[in-house]
């Protein structure tokens, strides 16, 4: 691992991660802005987009600063998590509104991809983040590190150079002062004295490779001790998302099933009463109509059950099938 190698990593990091910041952003606008619409006064319609822009906005100022944080190796305390999660759920929220509102599951499981993958890219893109500032931290203390210790064993080997060099200008003017009586000493104890410095040399250059492969083998040992690691957390993380996802796939499968049940329960117990002896209250008629409507019952037979005409029974059937021709069907009706 270098720096080239990070310097990647983050590219690849940063790329993605706004792609899909983007991508979400603009999902969202075009989904909220419908919604919107619908519930702001017609006059005022045109603001309409102002709201998920303001949403996204936030999105993407805590998506900056974390990535400066995490850079700098900082921390921004408590608020910028509320703000991050809070941002994701309001996204979340709006998108599935408008198929919360009309109990389409289908809508509101689609609707919630974007949102969701935002929420969990920021989360994990931080996360990346900091590793990344850790691990390039770490990077150059070592490298810091290597370059002090040949700097050291540079000045080492100057100062041999020198303390030999001395020595040797040293030996020579002892050399020249006695050469004429210890001529045959002086070449013995020379040649002693090379061996000597050959044997240190040769014992040195041992070492200093000795330190350099035990070096080498403590980086190696250090690398696969951190790509240990990181599998090992990256895979529990893997395992803690997907334990969450099955729980929650559990608990909306659990839930749809409970609403399902309490709606044939009131859909049998309205079915179940017989023909109405009297026109019932329009709600509870309402209702009648509604279950009868769900449940494949004849118009014919809907209308003895609420006690009210075909007429109005036809036009309560064609609002469950089409809520707009159930309107223009009333008006109809009233304009006769």
């Not at 700098?72 to 198929?99: E, F, I, K, Q, Y």
């Not at 099933?257 to 009297?278: I, K, V, W």
């Not at 809520?323 to 009233?334: N, Q, S």
Request: charge should be neutral.
């Amino acid at each position: 691992m270098n720096a080239v190698h990070v310097r990647s990593a983050e590219k690849a990091l940063n790329v993605g991660t706004w792609l899909i910041v983007f991508g979400a952003m603009l999902y969202s606008v075009l989904t909220v802005t419908p919604l919107m619409a619908d519930h702001t006064a017609d006059r005022w319609s045109w603001t309409a987009p102002i709201l998920p822009l303001v949403v996204d906005a936030a999105v993407v100022i805590v998506v900056k600063l974390d990535d400066v944080l995490a850079r700098l190796g900082g921390h921004g305390g408590r608020w910028p998590v509320v703000l991050r999660w809070m941002t994701g759920l309001m996204t979340l929220a709006l998108n599935t509104a408008d198929s919360a509102l009309k109990n389409d599951l289908v809508g509101m499981a689609v609707h919630a991809v974007a949102p969701l993958l935002l929420i969990v890219t920021a989360e994990t893109g931080l996360a990346y983040r900091r590793a990344i500032a850790r691990a390039v931290a770490a990077l150059e203390a070592e490298q810091k590190a290597e370059r002090a210790e040949r700097e050291r064993a540079a000045r080492e080997r100057a100062d041999r150079t020198r303390a030999e060099a001395r020595e040797e200008r040293e030996h020579a003017a002892q050399s020249a002062r006695e050469q004429r009586d210890h001529e045959a000493l002086l070449a013995r104890e020379q040649s002693e004295r090379e061996e000597r410095r050959r044997r240190e040399e040769r014992e040195e250059r041992e070492r200093l490779e000795a330190a350099e492969r035990e070096s080498r083998e403590r980086r190696e040992r250090e690398r696969e001790h951190r790509e240990q690691e990181r599998a090992r957390l990256e895979r529990e993380a893997r395992e803690r998302t997907e334990t969450e996802a099955r729980e929650r796939a559990a608990a909306v499968e659990r839930e749809r099933r409970e609403r399902e049940a309490l709606a044939t329960r009131e859909r049998a117990a309205l079915l179940d009463r017989g023909p109405a002896t009297s026109k019932l209250p329009e709600d509870e008629a309402r209702r009648i109509v509604a279950a009868a409507c769900e449940a494949g019952f004849p118009v014919r037979q809907a209308a003895e059950l609420s006690g009210w005409s075909v007429g109005w029974v036809s036009t309560r059937y064609a609002e469950h099938r089409e809520p707009d021709a159930g309107r223009r069907a009333d008006l109809a009706i009233a304009g006769q």
